[in-house]
């Protein structure tokens, strides 16, 4: 049971590059989610989704684009990278009924120069 | 709005000494409050939550609604125990849109 996977660990972008994270959980979890960590700003929420078919903006969704494939996957675009964007990205999952618990990724180190 | 504000950066303590790291939060429905820990070079995983009400490695957490306060305890700190902290708010029922505080980075010293 390998709980939630993202790929890649690390990358590194060009500014103006294009990429997408990829996240998929084998936990049968309705809800997923994107952050980014940065020192001394926590965890912010980018997008998330409340289930399959659905997606909303979290707390920073600018400059970044998300899918929900199906059920197990939820990708994150960045279409246009920028230094800003530089950070550790985290994507999560979570199920009704289990009081809440986030499963999380190992987590993306992306960086962008 | 959800909101949680971890008020220190670093907490350090030398081992056997009471922790205490402080989470306050603002919501207008009925919260549920959990704490995440992440340890060195490990994902981030749930330490505990506040419906449980139950003690892992030693730590405790009290929900105080009169005081929107979640803070975590533990009454002697172990090596082990240096991590970041995160304090995380969701709501009752329905849907959980988790919002993360700023974390506080515990550290032990021997």
């Known amino acids: 049971n390998a709980g939630v996977t993202q790929t890649p660990k690390f990358q590194v972008l060009k500014t103006g590059q294009s990429m997408t994270l990829q996240c998929a959980q084998d936990m049968n979890h309705n809800s997923m989610y994107w952050y980014r960590q940065d020192p001394g700003m926590g965890l912010r929420l980018i997008y998330y989704s409340a289930s399959e078919g659905t997606t909303d903006k979290g707390e920073v969704p600018n400059g970044y684009n998300v899918s929900r494939l199906n059920k197990r996957e939820f990708s994150l675009r960045l279409e246009s990278a920028a230094p800003s964007q530089t950070s550790v990205y985290f994507c999560?999952?979570?199920?009704?009924?289990?009081?809440?618990?986030?499963?999380f990724g190992q987590g993306t180190r992306l960086t962008v120069v | 709005a959800q909101r949680v504000t971890q008020p220190e950066k670093l907490l350090s303590v030398f081992k056997g000494a009471p922790v205490e790291l402080k989470c306050n939060y603002s919501y207008s429905g009925s919260p549920e409050l959990f704490w995440y820990v992440q340890y060195s070079r490990q994902r981030l995983q749930l330490l505990l939550r506040?419906?449980s009400r139950e003690s892992i490695k030693g730590f405790t957490a009290d929900l105080n609604k009169g005081e929107t306060s979640f803070h975590l305890k533990k009454p002697f700190a172990q090596e082990e125990d240096s991590a970041m902290y995160y304090c995380a708010l969701g709501r009752d029922t329905g849907f959980q849109k988790l919002v993360f505080g700023t974390g506080t980075r515990l550290l032990v010293s021997p």
């Open positions: 999560a999952s979570t199920q009704l009924g289990q009081g809440g618990e986030a499963f």
């Open positions: 506040h419906i």
